[in-house]
């Protein structure tokens, strides 16, 4: 089985202007993780699929609810619109 994973980047960045993007483009990037105590499954399959590609993301925050993270999202693409 093969699982999709939805990538959210402002639209500046440079991996917004990208056709695709692979886990080996997500190393040192700046990243949004759910944290292990909130959901241990997913945070064990996405640390583990950077870990099988050698990738280190740049983990900035380590949060416990969707919500959260949507709103987080909401807030840098606000205030790179307003900047």
């Not at 093969?2 to 990243?31: C, K, M, Q, Y």
């Not at 399959?45 to 050698?54: E, I, N, V």
């Amino acid at each position: 089985m093969r699982e999709l994973f939805i990538l959210a980047i402002p639209g500046s960045h440079p991996l917004a202007r990208a056709e695709t993007v692979g886990v080996r483009d997500l190393n040192n990037v700046p990243f949004l993780m759910y944290s292990h105590s909130a959901y241990p499954p997913f945070n064990e399959l996405l640390t583990g699929m950077f870990r099988s590609a050698q990738v280190a993301p740049n983990f900035v925050q380590w949060l416990g609810s969707s919500s959260t993270i949507r709103t987080l999202l909401a807030a840098v693409r606000a205030d790179s619109v307003n900047s």
